[in-house]
Every structure is written in C-alpha cells, then in structure tokens.
C-alpha cells in the first residue's frame, strides 16, 4: 500500500468569508470550513473520512477535486501542485480524478435519459462516435449492475440503489484513477447500502481505483476503509489504520464517536459505556482558542483551552491532534491538570 502518494494534501484551507453592515459591505469574518488539514493517499487505497455534519468533509472533498479554490495549502497529484492551475488546465485533469455526491437524484438531469447522462463525459473529453459512445455507455450499465437495455430510461424510473449506480457508471466513464465519494450511501436503504458498498469495493479491486471516502456511518468505514481520518471543525483529530482505529482510538472525539455504533450483541450493549459529549458543536465561524474540541472534550485540561495541540506521531501511522495522547503507552492521561 505504501510507496508514492497519488494524491498528497498539505495544509489544505477554505475559509468562506461573509459581511455584514450596510448593504452587507463590511466583512465580518470567515467560516473556517477547512483549516489546514494534511494528509496522504496512496495509490489502490481507500481513504475513509468520519465525522460529525459540517466539519467540513464534504468541502475538503470538493476543494481537493479542484470544485472549489483553496484558500491556502496544496494539492499535489502525481508530484504536481492543481490547486494553482487554470481552467483549461484542470478540464484536462478531470479525466483523472472524479466525484460521486451524495443526492443520487439530484445529481441526475430529469430531461435526459440515462444514456445521454453517463455517455456525457464521453462527448466532452473525447472524440469517440456515438455508436462508441452507445457502446461504452452498455458496458458500464452492465459493469454497476444495471440492464443495458435500460439505456433510453429516465433517472425518475429507477430506485435510489439504481439511481446510485448510474451516478458510479458516469464516474468510471472516463477511466478516473482516484475517485471522491461524498456520502454515497447515507440516502439510501439498509438494505441497498451493502450492495453499493460491495460494488465499491469490487470495482477498486477490479479497476485499481483510489477512494477518498466521505461518510457518517462508522460501520461502514471500517468495513471499506484501509485508512480513517477524523475530521473536527475543519481539522483532522486523527489519522490510523482501520484497525488501529478502532481497536485503539487515541482522541476523546474518536472514542465518542466509536462508543456511539451500535453493538449487535445485547449482552455487550448493556456494559458498555457512552461517551457523551456536552455542549454542541461550536461554529466554524468563531472556533475557541487552543484545541477546537476542549469545549465539549470531557478531560479537557488548562493547556486544552490556550495552546492549539500539534499533529502528533504517536505510533507508526497514528497520528494523533490532542495535548492527552501519551507516547509511552498509547493511551490518554485523564487527569486535567497532567503537565504537556
């Protein structure tokens, strides 16, 4: 899995700044959406990203797609900086890199058929002729599971799971390398959820894709994940293996998070302990000062609330944002008034 990174994130920022006064013509502030968050993906892997609504997650996606322009940072694909590229530029790396949103209808044209919706990318970026193009189209319906005689339906005649798959279909048109997936299942049935997840996983097996995978289900996460990222108010809280991660979460904010999923054993439900988080999530217009997670951090101590804590190696490939992460045992010290 290690090796080159296809895609390479340094110090990623997207604040949103918004005014207020007369006519709205005095800025105010920034909503801090992103704030410098850091990260590799390696080829053939499946990043997964979790965390709670409006961290970011889904702007990060975006801004690493090239959708939205940074504010600051770096986006390095194959050892090359896209985040300073002009339009044309990007148009030619669009091939390469694709996004699959999480409205499965909404990201659907009503007035087209299906046909016409994954054959687009085609008519843009290549010469192809419309029987190659019908061609294509038939073998990517019938690699995301879909009948190829279906071609000249409506997105409205199909169920979400259906609609999901012309969205994949679209995606792959283009033979992309890395693929965002923001929440592609989150509205959709249990039941169909499996399903997607396991065309996923069978498509990157059978296309050697690279994900970066963006969803609120933990179980799912780690499920498809190689790796986990945790995002907090626009910043990364932790970084590991799946395994690690949750065999051994480092941060307050991911022990809460993993306390929350569901055990189906009944036995196992009723002793084990919730991690409840006080307060509600601050706005990323005017995060606190030091950690932004110490207002509802439950150990959260003097040095929480004044210094912002450093991105912390603490095991090989565990990389841990919190003042508590001890090296020596890879635990947290739970005393508050514990020394740096």
């Known amino acids: 899995m290690k090796g080159e990174p296809l895609i390479s994130v340094q110090k990623l920022t997207k604040h949103f700044p918004f005014r207020k006064g007369w006519i709205f013509s005095r800025k105010a502030g920034a909503v801090r959406a992103v704030d410098g968050i850091s990260f590799d993906i390696f080829k053939g892997e499946i990043l997964g990203v979790v965390g709670e609504s409006g961290c970011g997650k889904s702007t990060a996606g975006r ?12 986006v390095i694909l194959d050892g090359r900086n896209i985040t300073r590229l002009d339009r044309a530029s990007i148009r030619k790396l669009r091939p390469r890199m694709q996004m699959i949103f999480q409205d499965s209808y909404a990201s659907l044209n009503p007035r087209h058929c299906i046909g016409s919706i994954i054959g687009e ?18 073998e990517l319906l019938d690699l995301v599971g879909l009948n190829p005689n279906h071609y000249n339906r409506f997105p409205h005649e199909f169920s979400g799971g259906q609609r999901q798959r012309i969205n994949i279909a679209r995606a792959l048109s283009l033979n992309p ?14 039941s169909i959820q499996a399903q997607v997840i396991n065309l996923f996983q069978d498509l990157q097996k059978e296309l050697g894709l690279t994900y970066l995978f963006i969803a609120h289900d933990l179980s799912m996460v780690q499920h498809i994940s190689d790796r986990v990222a945790v995002m907090y108010l626009g ?19 991911t022990q809460s998070l993993i306390s929350a999923i569901p055990i189906p054993d009944p036995e196992k439900e009723r002793k084990r302990v919730r991690i409840l988080l006080n307060d509600e999530v601050p706005s990323p217009a005017n995060p606190p000062d ?21 991105s912390r ?22 005393d508050s008034t514990a020394p740096l």
């Open 63 to 74: 801004v690493i797609l090239c959708l939205e322009p940074p504010t600051s940072g770096k």
């Open 121 to 138: 990318p085609l008519r843009i970026h290549t010469r192809n002729t419309r029987q190659q193009i019908r061609t294509r189209v038939m």
């Open 177 to 190: 390398r890395f693929l965002v997936c923001d929440e592609p299942i989150s509205a959709l049935d249990v």
């Open 235 to 253: 910043k990364i809280m932790e970084l590991t293996t799946r395994e690690r991660l949750f065999a051994n979460p480092l941060h307050p904010y």
């Open 290 to 310: 030091g950690c932004v997670f110490n207002t509802r951090c439950p150990i959260a101590g003097p040095q929480c609330r004044l210094l912002e804590p450093e």
């Open 313 to 334: 190696m603490i095991f090989p490939d565990h990389v841990v944002v919190c003042h508590k992460a001890d090296r020596n045992n890879g635990s947290l010290i739970t």
